[in-house]
């Protein structure tokens, strides 16, 4: 019979309490850097502190995990009509010159999600009034054009091209990107 001569120790017998992770470990860097790291805690974190933990993604992934800029930015986004599309933009964009003079790129990146969303939103609505793009069997539903929503989705397509053309938000971009992911 064989017997292990590994010595045991008191200790080993006792639960041990987890270890505490740093944030510098849980910075995360997939396989595709282009993706945003969805395996992070998104109810504890704060990307105002930590905004190393913050990947841009592609698209508007992540826009409504973020905080605290989520709470900031979700209020003003609206876009059933025109007219409430336009404040809503110029609200968001507002705010995006805000974190803009701060400095902060996670809550530029943020305005700059939530204008997109915007459009995107918008379109679905303006290509099929229910929302909804496919039927219960998975078959593509008719496009019929709503112009009111196709033009709240111009709206905010307007500004979100005006906030990717921004020198700043390009120059923390790149600066943000070739850090962290």
Avoid at 104 to 110: K, L, P, R, T
Avoid at 130 to 150: F, Q
Wanted: aromatic fraction near 12%; charge should be positive; hydrophobic fraction near 30%.
């Amino acid at each position: 019979m064989a017997t292990s001569t590994t010595p045991r120790s008191e200790s080993s017998s006792r639960p041990q309490k987890p270890r505490r992770v740093s944030h510098a470990e849980r910075i995360y860097r997939p396989a595709d850097p282009r993706k945003f790291n969805y395996d992070l805690d998104f109810s504890v974190e704060d990307f105002r502190e930590h905004p190393e933990l913050y990947r841009v993604g592609i698209g508007e992934q992540g826009v409504l995990l973020v905080e605290p800029y989520k709470s900031e930015i979700l209020p003003l986004w609206r876009f059933r009509t025109p007219e409430i599309a336009a404040e809503s933009a110029r609200l968001i964009y507002s705010r995006f010159l805000r974190y803009k003079a701060k400095g902060e790129f996670v809550g530029m990146d943020m305005c700059r999600k939530f204008l997109q969303m915007g459009y995107t939103r918008s379109r679905r609505y303006a290509n099929h009034a229910s929302g909804k793009k496919y039927d219960a069997d998975g078959k593509v539903l008719p496009r019929v054009e709503d112009h009111v929503k196709a033009h709240s989705a111009e709206i905010f397509k307007r500004m979100w091209e005006r906030v990717e053309r921004d020198g700043e938000y390009k120059r923390l971009k790149a600066r943000h990107k070739a850090t962290y992911g």
